[in-house]
């Protein structure tokens, strides 16, 4: 079984910097995606945007056109957690922040929610202006 724990939300100031980290257990496969998913306020499961994920074997990272250049993912094997470095915040970026992880391997990062089987408890970050 798998379980990912998400840490490190709150509350922010436009500017400002947080970081995010997700701590997986269980068995990971070498080519699984780990991926953070925000969900706005208002907004199902289903609509959870993409904001950056990477191949657990070798780091390749991929993110959503919202926060490139302001977000960057990175992993850390020993700790089987990853991490979300936010900054230069938005108020748009409020959303509680979801880590997800695939069941099998793939190729490229994969974007869609309907590729990740499993899911943290999610962490809220509000930004204000």
């Known amino acids: 079984q798998v379980e990912l724990v998400e840490s490190g939300g709150g509350m922010a100031q436009t500017g400002d910097s947080l970081r995010l980290s997700c701590v997986a257990s269980?068995?990971?496969?070498?080519?699984?995606?780990m991926a953070w998913f925000r969900q706005a306020p208002g907004k199902s499961r289903r609509d959870r945007e993409f904001v950056a994920g990477l191949r657990w074997s070798d780091g390749e990272a991929a993110y959503g056109d919202s926060v490139k250049g302001r977000f960057t993912i990175s992993k850390d094997g020993a700790k089987d957690t990853v991490y979300l470095q936010m900054d230069s915040l938005k108020p748009e970026d409020t959303a509680v922040y979801y880590c997800g992880r695939t069941m099998t391997s793939y190729s490229i990062v994969v974007t869609s929610t309907t590729f990740y089987y499993y899911w943290g408890q999610g962490t809220q970050v509000t930004v204000s202006s």
């Open positions: 269980g068995r990971t496969r070498s080519n699984s995606i």
